[in-house]
């Protein structure tokens, strides 16, 4: 690639970042953070990481960027008593303790560029990495080599982090759980409603085909189960929040987490019964299939479906529980406050 | 400049953009804002390490020499989780606010001394 | 490296020293209960409970603490005699419990570190001498328990507040325990430090107790006065040196016991420890007043009870190291021993009470009183007995116990006596109690929580609940973190 | 049974929860139990099967280099038994009557107990970041617990930020160290960087160091831990101060001893100095507290400061001095917050100066705490006594004389303050007369005194010095650790 072009995309990226910084407005600030992710995204790209930009594109520059707004709008909602100063303070020009805070940070940055300087930048490193690229089609069947290391070699990895969303899932709804529906919202217009019912089920074919064509290509559970739950989040903008809720229960939800988070720890146990180790996929019998054709990787398309399964509903059910309104008792400011 | 050289300078600059964010950020929200530059400063500052100048996805069939899958595979599961920190952290936000009827954060201070 | 604790502790190999140390802490222990039970003055049921579970564990440790054959056990057994004076002084006031266990836990942290540099460096434990780089923490440990100058502090204020019973213990073992860690510390190098320390104390603690108007604190600072006879002892460096000073120790535990109990019973009676405002006991009270005086006579060393032969045995072994200035300096500390025990005698017991118009007597506990004058009798009993019987059993003592009764001895013994006297008599004036309480060190070591609380105050500013301020802190520990590291990388 | 079963039961546990929600309670406390004990009993066969004869598990089949390893090996089996009692005893509490019933929180707890399970099995630093995070997040909640209390949310959050930037700087040093050799797996990058010298070690070094003083909440980056410890509920502050900061000392004693053997003259000075300032922090700021859990969380600074001064010493004896006060911590500080959560509740308020009489009222739990802060003062024959003497013999054999200094003011400090507590406690009269409310947390707190007594009579045995011998020698000789992991 051109690289004065990447060098422009660098750019761009940095200076989107600072915008995000330095912009007075919060909602101008989170706009500029969904345009950083998008543009890193585009980087990871560059850097020939499909996955990874997959991955960005649709957790933290969709998801995170509309669990941003939710949130900010839930606090922007005017009560009795509130301090509504949006806008702190202005950001430029700095004063003097921001100037000595801006020193340290490029000091932290020196020493965090004096560790890399050494290496010169090269090469594909390390017993691992060489394995990985001359042996991951043949002793898993993928032919996604990502999705091989993800859910083959280091599943175990991959079980703890479907129990870190899963914490923070739990840890939301624990965290909102005084809290109940929006009522009044009621969707946006009859067009954007009745396009919308067409446009769901393709996004539903598009998120189920990421999830299962993970083995072969860019995508898998993360990102088809993002997919997934940004069609609920377009269920909650267009016709509105309590919609969803009526038709989904969260307890569904919660039960289709949870048992996609049981599905991959029982296809781990299937592993250490055979004796080959736990989340063995070709080892523990599973048929590695063709390298290549659908049917294929042992059991990376079940664990891609059981993780889907699991991202979709929880980041359905993560949304849900931050769009609900809090019916918190005002508790009192604690402590004088200036 | 190599690409890896220019891809390690810019996640080191946006990672010290974040940290000064969150450091000088009175407004809840742009702390976490901060937080979130981090972490996408350290998912670029790890592809950035497994990459190969000239090398190929790693998808097989390979079509060259490839980058290193294993650092996908990292920031694949690091974005979850940092992920999951911004949604946690934003979940908080909105509790404080609810308690405490502002964002300021040198206004949040019931705990002290 | 072998993780010294069981190999070493409850390690018990007594010998003589501490067979005649044991034995002396039960019979204290028992006085003292005896005593307590009499006294009877502790008004709840709780500080009752603490103070007989604090006498009782007293006696247990400070027993084995004797026994012990290693610094390591013996520290320990130390530190669980302060906790079970605590509990004891817990019951007269708080205030003065807590600055004493504080007290005696830094002592105890002291000595800790000395032992671990004597496992470093010397590699044994055993009691005895110990290497010069662990000395100064052995010091400052025992010091602290023997109160040493300016480790004193506290045990002015310890002894004249806590129940009169743990007082007792306090001037008749605990502090001995402290001296006894001492001798087992005492060598060759050591003896002319002890000397200097135990003459200071000698004088210093003469001219506070003659300066005193509370009987405890006089008493106290006697205490003082007399661990610099005991120290001076063994400053003589010598195995006789040591002989005397264990007999001193002996001899003024049960003394001092035994003055600690009368001015308790004088307390109890007037409710007030102000020698300007007591008097009259002679009459009220003959038997407490002969008692006390079995006692001011044995700690001024009056022929015939336990102090003249402990003096005439520093003396001798001080006589024998040619420590003339030495011996000097003590004759001038009888001096004063003397005199503020006439003042004593004086105003706590002959002189008429000022305000007669009122009287503060309290309405007698006959049949349990009994029980403290039972306690009394036996230290007195113990204190004459120290004094003859010696010279009925001459084999049992190691030094030939005859020459001591020698016509020059018995003058020099007496000759401060006299003098004290004559002083009292001519210039009364001159030892009035005075109404203002002296100071003394412990000022100047209860400004030591000061610097602690400024600091706490300081670093309770930076606790101030703001979160930027903390990522602030965060950021340039991180910073000073990168940079130490890349210093020391290169 | 494998080290991967340790970790996968209260997972599961976790997991299972939520589908049970709307079934009676009883079924779901019948889960809760069944859990809590095969977890219990799993942690306990991994401590001892890690104790007798260390083994490996190779997750998927793969060698250590390309997957990932769990071990369980002698470091890792007190933290395991460590982490069975603490989190054994708070499952019990939870079944407190005065305790409202949440299954989310036992959620919570067996996600926070797999992954302390699992940041003590694994051996590769990536899946250690993730079992860290999986631990820190749900240690955040669990402060954040008690919805309706300020407090609570507000520690929470100042946690989840300084939790947050600890978990950025963690992946820092995991992704320059991949940077460096190629592989995540501890013992390969230790061997890696041993025969490659003359790379910037240090700079993953000081990231590890921050990351996991933040975490652990040594000096500088303290601040987070008085809050939550304080605000959450009294049984989830006795877990975090008892079991949650223990696992970072894990982290800390293998990473510095396994990973960075290389840096060994560089770091473990500086885990003195922090040491050294959180001791004397935690100590001084307790004294001017007037919350009693507040004065317990600085308490629990100032023993970190304790326990990584004993790492700092970087000799055997230092690393068993620490792991034996780590636990005694462990049992005296849970059930200091747990008595103190009981008398707290029976005044109705955490000021100490308003608990006045309460000795009297409530006898048995009273005279528990005046036994546990007597084994947080280290009054002789206890076990605190002979934790910290190990330490101070440990700082004196490598010629440490400030820090030696240090641990013996830190003690004076803390008998001063606690005995302000206990002082408090029995002055003036009890109001309601004696108590006899008997609650789950009663028998805990007793638990926890019998256990005070039992550690405090260990020393007792030649088999502990043994013991403690072979531990030290362990984490003194990685060669063992190295060979385990890198032959199968």
Redesign the interface.
Known sequence: MNPALTGFIFLLLIATAVSACLMKDILSSVIALSVFGVLLSIVFSILQAPDVALTQAVINSGMITSIFLVAYSQTMKVRSGEDNTRVIKTYYPFRTDEMVILFICIGLGFFLWKGIVPMGFSSLSGDAANHYINFAGVETGASNIVAAVLFDYRGFDTLGEIAVIFTTVTGISILFEGSRYHRSSSGLSFIVRRSMAFVIPLIILYASSIVLMGHLSPGGGFQGGTVLATASICFCVVYGSSFEAARIHPWIKETLESTGCLFFAGLGLIGLCTGAGFLANGAAGFPLGTQGTFISGGSIPLLNMAVGMKVGAGLSSLFYSMVKILEAPFEGIPGEVE | MTMSSMSFAAAIIIFCTGFFTLLTGRNLFRMVIGISLMEGALLLFIITVGYVPGGVPPLLPLKGLPVNPLPHAFTLTTIVIGASHIALALAFVVRIHSSYKTLDVEKIRGLRE | MNLPFLHLSLNMHPDQISLVMGAFAIFMTLCSALYAYGYGALAKKSQARCFWMGLWSFGVFSFLTVLAADWFSLIIFLELCSISLFLMILAGDVKTAVMYLLTQFAGAGSLLIGVSILIRDSGTIALGPVCPSAFPFFLVGLGLKAALPVMHFWLPRTHSMAPTPASVLLSGFAVKMGVYGLIRLSSESTAPLFLYLGLTMAIYGVIQALLQHDMKRLLAFHTFSQLGFVMSALGSGTEAGIMAALFYSLAHGIFKGLLFCSAGVMEKKYDTRDLGLLGRGIRKDPVTFALFLVGALAITGFPGTSGFLAKSLVKETLKEGHHVLAIQALFLAGIGTALSFSKMAFYGFMKTRPFSGKDMEKEERPREMKYCHAAMLILALGTLALGILPFSLPRSFPMDTRIWLSWGNLLSALSPIAAGILFFTFLPGLFRPLSIDVPDLYWLFSQLERPFNLLSSVLQQYHNGRLPRYLKFLLAAILIIFLLLIRSDQ | M?P??VI?IP??G??????L??LSRKIIVLVVCLAGGLSFLGNIWGACSGWLRPTV??????PA????A?IHDPLSSPFLLLAALGFGSVLICSFDRTEKFSW?FH??LF?SW??VN?ILSTGDL??LY??Y??FS??A??LV??S?????A??????Y???G??G???F??GT??L???????NMARISEALMSEP???V?????CF??AL??KTGA???H??L??AH??AKSLVSALLSGVLVMVSIYVFIRLFSVVFIV?K???FP?MLGTGSLSLL?GH??A???DDIKRLLAYSTVAHLGYILIGLGCA???GF?AAIYHAFNHMAAKMGLFLTAGILASHAGTRKISELSGLG?DLPFVSILFVLFTAVL?G???LNGF?SK??I??A???RNQAIP??L???G???S??YY?RII?RL?SGKGTQGTSKDRGATWYVVTLMGVLCILLSLL????VF?DT??ILGNWIMDISMYKDLVMIP
Request: include cysteine.
């Open positions: 494998t991967v079963l996968l997972l599961t976790a997991f299972l929860l939520p589908l929600q709307f598990h190779l997750a998927g089949g793969w280099h390309i997957g990932i769990l989310r959620v919570l996600l797999a992954a699992g990536f899946n993730v079992f995070e999986i997040v749900s955040y909640l954040a617990f919805t309706m209390e300020w407090q949310i507000e520690a929470g959050f100042k989840l930020v300084f947050t930037v978990a950025m700087f992946l820092f992704t320059y991949f940077l460096f050799t190629g592989y995540l003359g790379l910037p240090f700079i993953p070094a000081a160091f921050i003083s933040i000096f500088p980056s601040f987070w008085p809050d304080s605000s840096l003259p560089l770091v500086l922090t001084l700021m004294l001017r507290q000799s055997a004896a068993n009297w003062v009054v002789p024959p002979m003497w190990y101070t013999l700082c004196v054999e030696a200094l641990i013996i003011l003690t004076v400090i008998s001063g005995l002082r029995f020393p007792l045995f030649p010095t403690l011998h």
